[in-house]
């Protein structure tokens, strides 16, 4: 019955050991995961901070085009009627690009209709720009 007892004494102490020291592992483990989880949220700051800077020139500046700089695609640009940033239209038109071509062609010697190519072919007629927003015309591109 004696030894039973102290059997059962130095189990539990043993036991009780065991938890005393798992639980100042956890303890010990917990302080270094919230240090940790601090470390990561200052971190985190320092990092975003600098980079949001970063990031809002990157999404306004330099897409942002000047009208005289609009080429034969659809450009970001700041309206010069309604100052709106859009994304213009752009419409394909028989500008002089189209006339000098034909009168060309025609002083080579294509009469059998070469001449009227200039006048089908998008590539060889003007780029406008069009604002989506007020719909009036921004720039003409000419081809040459
Ligand atoms: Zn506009």
Not at 13 to 21: A, D, H, L, R, V
Not at 26 to 42: G, I
Not at 79 to 88: G, R, W
Request: hydrophobic content about 35%; charged content about 25%.
């Amino acid at each position: 019955m004696m030894t039973l007892e102290e059997d059962q004494i130095e189990m539990d102490s043993t036991e009780m050991w065991y938890i005393m020291t798992r639980v100042q592992q956890l303890k010990s483990r917990r302080s270094l995961l919230l240090e940790l989880q601090e470390f990561l949220k200052k971190n985190s700051k320092e990092d975003q901070s600098p980079s949001d800077e970063e990031l809002n020139p990157t999404l306004s500046d330099p897409e942002l085009l000047e009208v005289k700089d609009l080429a034969f695609s659809p450009a970001m640009v700041q309206c010069p009627t309604c100052k709106q940033h859009v994304t213009t239209e752009i419409q394909h038109k028989v500008g002089k690009t189209s006339f000098l071509l034909c009168y060309f062609s025609t002083l080579l010697g294509c009469v059998a209709g070469c001449c009227l190519l200039p006048f089908v072919l998008n590539y060889f007629k003007d780029t406008c720009h069009f604002c989506p927003s007020c719909h009036t015309e921004i720039q003409i591109v000419p081809r040459i």
